[in-house]
């Protein structure tokens, strides 16, 4: 029987949890990774009063409408990529493959697809008085806040590197979601770019880019 698998943060080879811990305390741009987040891509009707109840019933949070905009409870956060597609983002990865099992067996029969990403991809965490600055550098997207405030996304790029990007809060903190083939160059432009305003890194909010066993 095998002892289990090793499974890495696409930023691992950074050591960002031994580096937060001599990082300064004073700094313009904070950064984490949150590594081993669930990713679903949903697709389906929004006109669909099924689709939308099985949706709320059992991610526990309605689907936003709004072009660019989020809904969210303190667990799931439910991201608008288009007119009939979204990505819900849970706790960790079991919690997606339980909510995607469930969602296919009540859509059953609906206009409805549930495709897991997680493995694909990882979020960045950026926030301090200087990110938007810092994002100005390689977002062409208005990130001020007339233009763009809490619980707004959207998809972009980040030095070439195409992106999903919500505002979390107005301190201002943002999120951005990147494609593991992307993570490890957009991480090291991020430090370059951010090392002009003092940059401090904090340890990843989930789990240990050193890698965790999941069972085999």
């Not at 949903?42 to 709004?66: K, Q, S």
């Not at 493959?97 to 029969?109: D, F, K, Q, T, Y």
Request: glycine share 10%.
């Amino acid at each position: 029987m095998s002892d289990g698998i090793i499974r890495e943060s696409p930023l691992v080879r950074f050591a960002l949890g031994a580096r937060a811990a001599s990082a300064a305390a004073n700094a313009g741009i904070v950064s984490a990774e949150r590594p081993f987040l669930g990713h679903l891509n949903l697709r389906g009707d929004p006109g669909n009063a099924r689709f939308a109840a099985c949706v709320a019933d059992i991610a526990g949070v309605g689907i936003p409408i709004t072009a660019n905009t989020v809904t969210h409870t303190p667990d799931n956060t439910l991201y608008w990529l288009g007119p009939n597609e979204w990505l819900l983002v849970t706790p960790g990865e079991r919690e997606a493959g339980a909510v995607a099992r469930s969602l296919r067996a009540g859509l059953a029969g609906c206009f409805a697809a549930v495709t897991e990403v997680s493995g694909g991809q990882t979020v960045i965490a950026l926030r301090g008085p200087s990110v938007r600055d810092l994002l100005a550098k390689g977002c062409p997207l208005d990130l001020h806040p007339r233009a763009f405030g809490v619980d707004r996304c959207a998809q972009s790029h980040l030095a070439k590197a195409p992106i999903l990007v919500r505002q979390v809060d107005a301190a201002p903190s943002f999120e951005i979601i990147v494609r593991r083939s992307f993570a490890d160059y957009l991480w090291l432009w991020l430090e370059d770019a951010a090392a002009e305003y003092g940059h401090r890194i904090e340890a990843p909010a989930y789990g240990s880019t050193a890698g965790i066993r999941l069972p085999g």
